[in-house]
């Protein structure tokens, strides 16, 4: 018995050494290779972690693979952005927002332990070669039981590769994150494993963003990121409360704070407050179909539009503003400082934005470093 207990302690002392390197706050960003921030103006003093976005999945050999456009960054991104920031560390970020397609991607490679296998080994070897800190698995999303079996599987062999990797390199081992749903408005979270998840990460980023669009509320104004929702299920709160359920404690979770917000065409000048009425994404707000606009974007707007009005709305916590029949929902300092304040206060590992070449002068990566010190 003597003996029994004693093995137990070792493995429980074993695994909080493991996890030790996630125990403090995250204040994590992820830089998107597309975003139009160079590498070199990364001001990482404002992160612990960041995210360097995306590897991709090769379909014919179910490898991780670095595209050769963003080779030469990705491959100096640790020693860059360590210029600045010695302590900061960095995780290679896998996947993306790639749709139905990339999803079943992901799904054919967890299907099989030899295509696990080719997909933990090169992860491994590619995080090692490019200096980063830990791998990030943005699989969006797995939508089947047999995603969440597949998925578990996947996580206990990675974890227990990264393990064996680090036991025989004498390196520390990888960190290992993932970026999941925020919301069974995004996707259904009965397919994650949250039991295995929570055995097996370091700690996971809740995207609770995208929560309400001008693609899906085309008839009214939506706050698309609210913490808190007095009329509705769906919330920050809502998400980060559902994964706590679920079985992942909440100091494995990060809060996602969105950089960028979404512009709705309203159908009168007149009635510009949430919820009114509108007819889909205005996009001559903005470039992109779906109404999507960076913070630094939605400041110029701010700033050149005669006559906009920025409002800050304490009860769902969020920003909007509005000119003319354009409005706009978004994240300003106050929300920010509101979602980090939430974070604090309930325990969680810390937050990470989506995406740090939105933000506009640092002026969003400053709240929120800040406010959580």
Known sequence: MANSKSLFLVIIFTILISFSSAQGAVKGGYWYSDSGLAVSDIDSSYFTH???????????TNQVTISSSNAPSFSTFTQTVQQNNPSVKTLLSIGGGGGPSLAADF??????????????????QVARNYNFHGLDLDWEYPSSDTDKTNFG?????????????????????????????????ISLLEYYPAQ?????????????????TPGGYSTQTQPPAPLKNPLGQFSAEEGVTSWIQLGVPANKL???????????????ANDHGLFATANGADTDATSSGDGSIGYGDIR??????????SVYNST??????????????????QSISAKVTYAKDNGLLGYFAWQIGSDDNWTLSKTGKYHES
């Open 50 to 60: 960041l995210f360097c976005a995306f590897a991709d999945l090769d379909t014919n």
């Open 107 to 124: 799904a054919d490679m967890a299907s099989q332990a030899s295509t696990r296998k080719s997909f933990i080994d090169s992860s491994i």
């Open 153 to 185: 599987l996947l996580l206990n062999e990675w974890r227990s590769a990264i393990t064996q990797e680090s036991s025989t390199s004498g390196n520390p081992a990888l960190l290992l994150t993932a970026a999941v749903a925020g919301s069974n408005q």
């Open 196 to 212: 295995d998840i929570a055995n097996n990460f370091d700690w996971i980023n809740v995207m609770v963003y995208d929560l309400f």
């Open 254 to 268: 990060a809060i996602g704070l969105p950089f960028y917000g979404y512009a709705w065409n309203l159908v009168s």
């Open 300 to 309: 110029e707007f701010i700033n050149t539009h005669s006559g906009a009005q």
């Open 316 to 333: 769902f916590v969020t920003d909007y503003c509005y000119s003319g029949t354009t409005w706009i929902g978004y994240d300003d300092t």
